[in-house]
């Protein structure tokens, strides 16, 4: 009887065990997306003024009305003639034709030119990196980055990460969706067929192994 009862709890101790096992084993529910050509180039994408860029603002013979500004927090820059104008998801060339608008109230015919000297982007064309990672960052998205490019950015992976088990939380069109990223086999094997393209907003997860 005494016997049977210690053979239940340690059955009970091994069944939790190895609950606990398959739990820190398994990450997030997963899409493996198949191997992609990254010698081909990406569709390309317009980039976003975002908080925190600098801007070069050209008024064509108007020199007292150029001016250099950095975006505020709240998305809004102020210029001569322009004040708290919101800049912050638009394209520079988009930015240009706004502000010629605004600037034909005072001018004949204004010509501007937008030049983003310096770089941050909107939130949803940022990559963020989180997990067990050697410095968890946030990088400007960049034409043709991928999962390689990110990982090398932050300082590669963290002495206990699980590597392979790490995910790529995206948008698409039914909303976020997480895809398996072998981030093992890239870094410590070479295995370049398990580098992924990267797209905005993308966040990769490196999970910490317990074993």
Do not use: H
């Amino acid at each position: 009887m005494f016997k049977a009862s210690i053979a239940r709890i340690l059955g009970a101790v091994l069944g939790i065990g190895g609950a606990l096992g398959l739990a820190a084993c398994s990450g997030p529910d997963a899409i493996q997306l198949p191997p992609e050509d990254l010698s081909k180039p990406a569709a390309l994408y317009d980039y976003q003024i975002g908080p925190g860029d600098q801007l070069d603002i050209f008024v064509w013979r108007n020199p007292e009305l150029s001016s250099r500004v950095l975006v505020r927090p709240d998305g809004r820059v102020s210029m001569p003639l322009i004040e708290d104008l919101v800049v912050t998801r638009k394209t520079p060339n988009a930015l240009g034709r706004e502000i010629e608008g605004i600037l034909g109230k005072y001018i004949q015919e204004p010509v501007v030119t937008v030049l983003v000297t310096g770089f941050s982007g909107p939130y949803t064309q940022q990559v963020r990196i989180v997990g067990e990672v050697a410095r968890p960052t946030i990088l400007t998205f960049r034409e043709n980055m991928t999962a390689l490019d990110a990982l090398i950015a932050v300082g590669g992976m963290g002495q206990f990460a699980a590597g392979n088990r790490a995910v790529i939380t995206r948008m698409s069109d039914k909303g976020f969706i997480n895809v398996r990223l072998k981030a093992d086999d890239l870094m410590r094997d070479g295995d370049m067929t398990a580098n992924m393209r990267l797209q905005p907003g993308d966040t990769i997860y490196i999970p910490q192994s317990y074993f």
